[in-house]
């Protein structure tokens, strides 16, 4: 391995941190085997040919690195559509018990089935394994066509709250018995003047799933010697939901981080205050001013601990910024369990076409790999992508943006990737 390379490769265990430190591992603790386990979900729409290309590159990566030493067993879970033409379920106890037991999987996209059982089969799967983090690392891959005139300066980790707020899912239709009786509640107990024709939703936020969310955050901050967390939220306007929110944060950064942790705001009132470069900042800032922040100054940003809905604009809005849903990759986590997917959906009009970008699966393979504690793969896979981009081989959805390309299929992407790993 050249020096180069070495410098890189510490550099990005300083950056991805060591899967074997303080953040909760997939396995809970136990040490992770040569050949793990690994859950497949192999997705709906353009899901089996990403994941073949996924899989292509991620078995080559681990033989690149590692010879015959490692070796990922990868076994078939079954949901969304393929489950349902199966076994008639969108997803059965048995796929999650799969997961579970073996505390990593990763997944294709999953059709929101309309009108029909299960509300979606992600929210499921996230509240029903515990996955309560939704993290999405957002970075710049140089040549990648972006709207902005610098993507390199983004370089952000989202951190969603994966369970509550839009999430619990508690709604009722206008004029339903469920809305007519919260209205009539509403009107009659609490004094509040509520239109009876009105739909209801209910947004809850706890204290408990709050603080958690962040704690994580910030031990990700502290693991991987980032400079800052903010929690964005939207507390001038619902004081006791996302206020909450910010207030629990800042709360849980005091009683479990202390000597580690300075607030912005004790800093002064300049605009760049002096901060200590050996602590994690914790600042909050309004969800509306966050989307000019990280446009107009991302590189003032490095992890946000944010509730569902907000992350949820949140991170396909910085996604965009660094070249679209297709290049951005993502993880599920909870303290036993982790589920790493594409972060798009199913583009059924190229299912079955080749065409699709496998980018995204392929780097949320790569953060599965350094969850694993293997950055050494991860490393090659992220360098192998970004050689292929550079060598203009890429997939149509980013062709018809980059003048002087050569347009390849999916597989074909994946094949060329492979050519590059070493
Ligand atoms: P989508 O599947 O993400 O596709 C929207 C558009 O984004 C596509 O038409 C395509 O744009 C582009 N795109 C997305 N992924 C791409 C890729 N890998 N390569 C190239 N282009 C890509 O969003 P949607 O149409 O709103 O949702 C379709 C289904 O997916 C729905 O059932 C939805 O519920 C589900 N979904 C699942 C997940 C998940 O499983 N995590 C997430 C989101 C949506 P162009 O048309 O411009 O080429």
């Not at 799969?98 to 997944?107: M, N």
């Not at 490095?302 to 660094?322: E, K, M, W």
Request: hydrophobic share 40%; glycine share 10%.
């Amino acid at each position: 391995m050249g020096t180069d390379r070495n410098a890189t490769l510490t550099a990005m265990k300083r950056r991805q941190g060591d899967a074997h430190g303080k953040t909760p591992t997939a396995d809970g603790g136990r040490r992770i085997p040569d050949t793990p386990v690994i859950a497949v979900i192999e997705g709906d729409g353009i899901g089996p040919d990403i994941w073949a290309a996924a899989r292509l590159v991620l078995d080559a990566a681990v033989s690149t690195v590692y010879g015959d030493s490692r070796r990922i067993q990868w076994v078939e879970v079954l949901a969304g559509e393929k489950a349902y033409k199966e076994t008639g379920e969108w997803l059965s106890k048995e796929t999650l018990e799969v997961i579970r037991d073996h505390g990593v999987a990763i997944k294709g996209p999953l059709t929101t089935p309309v009108g029909k059982g299960i509300r979606s089969l992600n929210v499921a799967l996230r509240r029903r394994l515990g996955l309560y983090a939704c993290i999405r690392p957002i970075r710049h891959i140089p040549g990648v066509p972006s709207p902005m005139r610098h993507p390199e300066r983004v370089n952000i980790v989202v951190f969603r709250e994966n369970t509550e707020d839009v999430y619990a899912g508690i709604e009722w239709e206008a004029k339903s018995r469920g809305a007519r009786t919260v209205i009539a509640f509403l009107r009659d107990t609490m004094s509040v003047d509520v239109d009876r024709d009105s739909a209801i939703g209910i947004k809850p936020m706890s204290r408990g799933a709050s603080r958690r969310l962040v704690a994580r955050a910030i031990q990700y901050a502290l693991d991987h010697h980032l400079a800052s967390v903010t929690l964005m939220h939207k507390g001038n306007i619902m004081k006791y939901t996302e206020g909450a929110f910010m207030k629990w944060g800042y709360e849980v950064a005091q009683e479990l981080f202390g000597d580690d942790v300075v607030v912005e705001s004790d800093q002064g009132a300049a605009d760049e205050p002096k901060l200590p470069a050996d602590k994690v900042i914790i600042k909050d800032r309004m969800a509306d001013m966050m989307f000019q922040q990280v446009l107009l100054r991302p590189e003032s940003y490095h992890v946000i601990a944010t509730p569902n809905l907000n992350g949820d604009y949140l991170s396909d809005a910085l996604a965009a910024q660094v070249g679209g849903l297709g290049m951005a990759p993502g993880a599920n986590m909870g303290d036993n369990c982790a589920v790493f997917e594409a972060t798009h959906g199913t583009a059924p009009k190229y299912a079955g076409k080749d065409k699709a970008n496998p980018v995204s699966l392929i780097l949320s393979g790569a953060m599965m790999l350094e969850h694993l504690g293997w950055p050494e793969a991860a490393l090659v896979v992220e360098q192998a992508i970004q050689k292929t981009i550079a060598d203009g081989l890429v997939t149509h959805d980013l062709a018809r943006q980059m003048p002087g390309v050569r347009e390849v299929k999916c597989s074909e992407f994946a094949e060329r990737l492979v050519e590059r790993l070493r």
